[in-house]
């Protein structure tokens, strides 16, 4: 599905991604965990493309410099150069940190801003698909975006992403300031969108607990490096990363 | 993307860091890198008068260059500083003028106290006039301030007061032109690098504090409305300073004082300059006043030459001028393998 090899990102003289390889097969959940700064989230813009948009803005403004190396390889299509738009119009969709609704659009407004790609008949399919998995949303349908709680803003910004029928979905820290039991609700949907939809899913988390159990596949970031990799079981039962991402 | 296997690397110069701090100053090359940018500035402007001294017309122009400069100061200090988009700064302009008529042709002061006492009234009067919509965020202090200058504008010529559309005239002139030149320069100066400490003292990282999130700086304990008003006030006082000395200037104070020129300016001024820097705001007006006086023949396709100026500088070089002399004065670049 998606083969990244050797992504190298420098904000100015700082490293931020360092040589970083990363595959998802097809219909695969991937996780991919680290501390703060570790680099996950610059990992995903580099997936879905948003990178190059902050080295134009950077570049444009007098700012850093962003200077991105990578090799991105997607359904055997080199995507490397590719802006983000035509990325998400290929399947790669990016559901942002802190979720990044829009607060002064109704619910239904910003599920709708979602299917900007999709067809009608496909919108129509996708959004009773979002309303059946998270039936809150359906409740709060006319509410503005930004008087939703964190757990709702959360679900609206997986079903924005989902409008836009995605085959890659980027889920970065979808699981942020959450309570545990609205988190546990979170990893379950993640589990049937992957059933229901037979898409991939590449998620990042800090705290692998959670999440660890749904994952086929994952990869560990410390500054930036992967220092680790394997099936989800292994890891969770490597002595190093238990002390370090499940907290025990 | 960059090169395959390389990359450029952009590092501070090892005497940027050496004169940065501490101020650990060991030597001439020190002291030199530290001092020549800001000499070569004031040593610039400072000669103006004597380079222009047989041309009267070219010596009235620094004047206006100098005040043009100090509303651009002002606007940059209240967009990037403080967050505050003013669009009006012909009503500090017009304020300041009509005050300082008014005292100076009508009640008599001479100009060495109308000129001051305009400053400070100016000041006060844009505050409180601009407090309304002070404690709100976003668009709406544009709005208003785009909306005064007119209003008085209107106001002025539909009343017929204070000399109606003639404007009011016998204002005092300066003695001599070495006067009028040095005063705004030395002002002009005083103004450029006090605001230059201002913005780095406490009261200026509160004021940045406001632009960033204005929310964090109110549970700091801190009333965001005074910080807001504490810069406008800062800010209107310069501009009305500057109008004062334009009417003594031109002995007369008229409506075109609140010309919409002085509000377009000093914001093309701030971006070819370069925002946040303050510098670029002067530098900015440098570049702009005297290339609009040279194309006055033009009448007013001067307009369309400034607007597209300053398209192609927001296409182009968004970051404006001082910015990237800054960048290149203090950094190298060199080209690194990863």
């Known amino acids: 599905m998606i ?17 970083v390889t990363l595959h998802c097969d097809d219909g695969q959940i991937v996780g991919v965990f680290g501390a703060n700064s570790a680099g996950k989230s ?7 493309g948003i ?52 607060p002064e659009s109704s619910v239904l407004e910003n599920l709708k801003i979602g299917a900007y790609l999709a067809s009608k008949e496909q919108a129509k399919e996708t959004l009773d698909y979002v309303f059946s998995l998270f039936p809150t949303l359906d409740r709060l349908k006319d509410r503005q975006g930004g008087f939703l709680s964190g757990g709702e803003q959360q679900m609206l910004a997986i079903g924005r992403s989902l409008m836009a029928q995605p085959k890659l979905l980027l889920l970065d820290e979808p699981l942020l300031g959450l309570a545990p039991s609205i988190q546990k609700d979170v990893i379950r949907v993640i589990k049937e969108i992957r059933r229901d939809r037979r898409i991939s899913i590449i998620v990042t988390e800090q705290y692998a607990r959670p999440v660890i ?17 394997g099936k989800g079981k292994e890891l969770m039962n490597n002595p190093d990363v238990k002390a370090a991402y499940f907290g025990v | 993307m960059a090169e395959e296997g390389r990359r450029k690397e952009r590092i501070d110069r090892g005497i940027k860091i050496r004169t940065s701090g501490l101020y650990a100053i060991s030597g001439w090359p020190e002291l030199f890198y530290l001092i020549f940018p800001r000499f070569i500035l004031i040593a610039g402007i400072l000669s103006l008068p004597l380079v222009f001294s047989f041309a009267p017309y070219w010596r009235r122009v620094v004047c206006i260059v100098c005040i043009y400069a100090m509303l651009s100061i002002a606007f940059d200090f209240l967009a990037n500083f403080v967050g505050l988009i003013n669009l009006g700064s012909s009503f500090f302009i017009g304020l300041g003028g009509y005050l300082t008529a008014i005292l100076n042709a009508q009640w008599g002061l001479p100009p060495v106290l109308s000129i ?11 505050t409180i006039l601009l407090l309304p919509c002070l404690p709100l965020r976003g668009i709406y202090f544009a709005i208003v301030s785009l909306m005064f200058p007119l209003i008085f504008e209107k106001l002025i010529q539909a009343f017929n007061i204070l000399g109606g559309t003639n404007g009011i005239v016998g204002l005092d002139g300066f003695s001599n032109a070495w006067w009028e030149g040095y005063t705004i320069i030395v002002v002009t100066l005083i103004v450029l690098f006090g605001l230059r400490r201002l913005v780095n003292e406490d009261v200026g990282l509160v004021l940045r504090g406001v632009k960033d999130n204005d929310q964090a700086v109110k549970a700091s304990g801190i009333s965001v409305t005074f910080c807001k008003a504490l810069a406008v006030f800062i800010a209107s006082g310069i501009g009305c300073f500057a109008g004062a000395f334009l009417s003594h200037l031109y002995m007369w104070a008229g409506l075109s004082l609140f010309a919409l020129d002085f509000s377009i300016m000093p914001i093309a001024a701030t971006v070819i300059g370069g925002g946040g820097t303050l510098v670029g705001a002067l530098i900015g007006s440098f570049i702009l006043v005297p290339l609009s006086e040279l194309l ?31 960048r290149k004065y203090h950094q190298f670049e060199r080209w690194v393998k990863v």
């Open chain 1, 3 to 19: 083969e990244a090899r050797d992504l190298m990102v420098f904000y100015e003289n700082m490293i931020a991604v360092n040589n």
């Open chain 1, 42 to 48: 610059t990992l995903m813009y580099v997936l879905s």
């Open chain 1, 51 to 102: 990178i190059l948009d902050i080295q134009r803005k950077e570049r444009m403004r007098g700012g850093e410099r962003v200077t991105v190396f990578s090799k991105i390889t997607y359904a055997g299509k080199d995507i490397s150069l590719m802006k983000p738009h035509e990325r998400a119009r290929e399947g790669i969709i990016l559901c942002p940190e802190r979720r990044r609704i829009f």
């Open chain 1, 213 to 229: 159990p749904i994952v086929d596949y994952a990869y560990i970031l410390e500054n930036g490096s992967a220092v680790m990799e």
């Open chain 2, 116 to 126: 001051p006492i305009a400053t400070v009234a100016g000041a006060v009067i844009s």
């Open chain 2, 296 to 326: 006055r023949s033009f009448g007013t396709l001067r307009v369309v030459f400034y607007s597209l100026v300053l398209t192609a500088f927001i296409i182009f070089k968004s970051e404006g001028i001082m910015v990237y002399a800054q």
